[in-house]
């Protein structure tokens, strides 16, 4: 796929996503149209700077730390799964962003990091 069409597809995601966001409500799809336009500005900065196929972008990206740190965090933000966090009150919270999570989320509701869900069964949380 050319770069040109891939941030295409990614735009059309993100606004698909914000107009079910404005239809529900519920607060992953505005999570996810901001990754969705994060990405997208990523590839249209690869596009920017020359680049047409996925494996142009893939040297261009080595080759410019601003773009390759905007990808790290979007990759570690979104797809590295974390530990919740804790309490002293017995509540555990988002790595993230430290906001309160439940323990059957597997995401942030309010930052959308990914988190480890505790499994049913098991006992004192091991």
Not at 25 to 32: A, K
Not at 36 to 56: H, K, M, N, S, W
Not at 79 to 90: D, F, S, Y
Request: charged share 30%.
């Amino acid at each position: 796929m050319l770069l040109n069409e891939g941030a295409g597809r990614l735009s059309a995601l993100a606004s698909w996503n914000r107009g079910q966001y404005e239809e529900t409500g519920c607060f992953h799809f505005e999570l996810d149209a901001r990754a969705c336009e994060a990405a997208a500005a990523v590839l249209i900065a690869a596009l920017g700077e020359g680049a047409a196929t996925e494996q142009d972008a893939d040297r261009l990206i080595k080759g410019y730390p601003v773009i390759r740190r905007r990808l790290e965090k979007l990759h570690e933000h979104f797809e590295v799964i974390g530990e919740p966090i804790p309490r002293a009150n017995g509540k555990r919270s988002c790595p993230a962003c430290l906001c309160y999570v439940s323990l059957c989320d597997n995401y942030c509701r309010w930052c959308g990091k990914p988190i480890r869900v505790r499994k049913r069964g098991l006992k004192n949380g091991k």
